[in-house]
């Protein structure tokens, strides 16, 4: 799981104008994490397959650090999304059961 996370966040620093803001929270028995930044958001042409391997954009590297976190967080009993901030900058958005193995 910290594989995941360092995925996203190396991301929002490589995107992140100033600011990357991280919640972490529990709701319902499940961790719920968002990884915001202040960068120019996530193009809309990856957008719709960020997590398949080697799909990237404008000053992406391999294209694979989102498709491991997804496989790392549902293998995890997780869920992850992605998308854009109302005003700027992406947001990645997971949530997993706060006790795994015992579902
Ligand atoms: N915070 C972000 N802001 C803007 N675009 C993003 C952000 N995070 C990811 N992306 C876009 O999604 C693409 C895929 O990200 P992913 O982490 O899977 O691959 P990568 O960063 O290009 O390479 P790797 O993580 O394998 O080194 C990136 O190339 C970039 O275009
Ligand atoms: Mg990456």
Redesign the pocket.
């Known amino acids: 799981m910290l594989q995941a996370l360092l995925?996203?966040v190396?991301?929002?620093t490589?995107?992140?104008s100033k600011q990357i803001r991280i919640y972490v929270g529990i709701n319902k028995e499940q961790i719920e994490i968002t990884?915001s930044?202040d960068?120019?958001?996530?193009?809309a042409d990856?957008?719709p397959y960020?997590?398949h391997?080697f799909?990237?954009?404008?000053?992406?590297?391999?294209?694979?650090?989102?498709?491991?976190?997804r496989a790392i967080v549902e293998r995890c009993g997780g869920l992850i999304s992605?998308g854009?901030g109302e005003r700027e900058?992406?947001v990645?958005s997971l949530s997993f059961p706060a006790v795994i193995g015992t579902q």
């Open positions: 995925n996203i190396s991301n929002a490589r995107y992140a990884i930044d960068g120019a958001g996530i193009p990856v957008l960020l997590f391997r799909v990237k954009g404008t000053d992406g590297d391999t294209g694979l650090g989102l498709a491991i976190s992605a854009n900058g992406a990645v």
